[in-house]
C-alpha cells in the first residue's frame, strides 16, 4: 500500500531464504498474489539484459533480490542448487579472518531452491564476490553482491579506484557488521564515496549516521535515489576515494561558508530562565580529503 507513495520509482524486496522447497514455492505464490502485477517477473523487453534498466523505466515495480539458480537465460530444473552468499556465512561476524576450508562444511552450504521462487528473480541475483577480475570476465549486469562494511571500507582503501568501476558496472549492497550488536552504524559517506548503490543501516538507531543519510536523499525529494556524478558512472573511470587527486581532470574546488547567525536554538532544558552559550559547527561529509569540522567562537549568555 505505501511503497510508491512518496516515489514511482522501483522498490527493491531483498529475501533472506532459510525456507525449505515447499515454503519457498508458498513464498512466491504469496508474492505473485500480494503485489500482483506490480511484481516484475520478466526482463522489460523478453530479452537478456546488456545493462539494467533505468529507474524511469521500472516506475511502479518491485524487484525481488534473491538467490537464483542460473542466469536468466538458463532453463532451470524443477529443484535448483544455490550457494550461500557471504551474508548468510557472517549471521555472527565479518568474514575478514583466514579459515581451513572444511569439504563437508562447503558441501552443507549448498541448499535448494524452487523454480517457483527461482523464476522471480529479474534483475538482482545475489552472487557472492569473488574479486574484481572474475567480475570483468565472467559478471553480468543483474547480479548483485553484498559487502560488510569492513570488507567494503577495505576494498575502498586498497582498491578504490577498482571498486568505483565495478560499481559502475553492477548493483553492491554493504551493510553494517555483525559485531553491531547495538544496532549502531556505519558512516553511508564511505559507501556513497565508491558508488555502492544500496547502503542499509540499522534505520531504528537514531544519530549522526541516520541524519547523514535523511539529509542525502532530501536532495532529491527523498524519493530514494539520488544520480551518480558521470565520473562514478564511467566505466573507465580512475577515480579513487582515497586518491581523487589522480582522476585525470581533476580539478578542485575551495568551499567558503560564512555563517551569519544560528537561529531557533533549543534551550538546554526546559527551565524559563535557562540561558544558553550557542555556537554554529559546520562539518563537511565526503571522500576524506574533503572532511573538514570548524566551529564559530561561543556567545554568553545570549
Not at 47 to 53: G, M, S, T, V, W
Not at 171 to 189: A, F, H, I, V
Request: proline fraction near 6%; glycine fraction near 6%; include cysteine.
Amino acid at each position: 500500500d505505501y511503497a510508491f507513495k512518496v516515489s514511482e520509482f522501483p522498490v527493491i524486496v531483498s529475501l533472506e531464504n532459510h525456507c525449505c522447497l515447499e515454503q519457498q514455492t508458498v513464498m512466491a505464490n504469496h508474492l505473485r498474489q500480494i503485489l500482483g502485477d506490480m511484481l516484475l517477473t520478466a526482463p522489460l523487453d523478453g530479452q537478456i539484459p546488456e545493462r539494467l534498466p533505468s529507474p524511469q523505466q521500472l516506475r511502479g515495480k518491485i524487484l525481488l533480490k534473491a538467490k537464483k539458480s542460473g542466469g536468466l537465460e538458463t532453463r532451470l530444473d524443477e529443484t535448483l542448487a544455490y550457494e550461500a552468499s557471504d551474508e548468510e556465512e557472517v549471521a555472527d561476524g565479518d568474514p575478514e579472518s583466514p579459515t581451513l576450508k572444511d569439504p563437508q562444511a562447503e558441501e552443507n552450504k549448498k541448499s535448494k531452491l524452487s523454480r517457483e521462487l527461482s523464476d522471480l528473480v529479474v534483475y538482482c541475483k545475489n552472487v557472492r564476490f569473488q574479486g574484481f577480475e572474475q567480475a570483468r570476465s565472467n559478471a553480468t549486469c543483474y547480479e548483485i553482491s553484498s559487502f560488510s562494511e569492513s570488507k567494503a571500507k577495505r576494498l575502498s582503501k586498497e582498491a578504490g579506484a577498482e571498486f568505483v568501476r565495478y560499481n559502475s558496472q553492477q548493483l553492491s549492497r554493504t551493510y553494517p557488521s555483525g559485531m553491531r550488536t547495538d544496532s549502531s552504524n556505519y558512516n553511508p559517506q564511505d559507501m556513497w564515496s565508491t558508488g555502492c548503490q544500496i547502503v542499509a543501516l540499522n534505520f531504528q538507531t537514531a544519530g549522526l549516521e541516520m541524519d547523514l543519510n535523511d539529509g542525502f536523499f532530501r536532495q532529491n525529494g527523498s524519493c530514494g535515489l539520488i544520480l551518480k556524478p558521470d565520473f562514478m558512472r564511467d566505466a573507465n573511470s580512475r577515480f579513487s576515494p582515497e586518491k581523487p587527486e589522480e582522476r585525470p581532470g581533476y580539478k578542485p574546488l575551495r568551499l567558503s561558508i560564512q555563517v551569519i547567525s544560528g537561529q531557533q536554538l533549543p534551550k538546554v532544558n526546559m527551565k524559563e530562565g535557562s540561558i544558553v552559550d550557542p555556537l554554529v559547527r559546520v562539518e563537511i561529509f565526503g571522500v576524506p580529503i574533503d572532511q573538514v569540522k570548524a566551529e564559530t567562537s561561543h556567545i554568553n549568555n545570549n
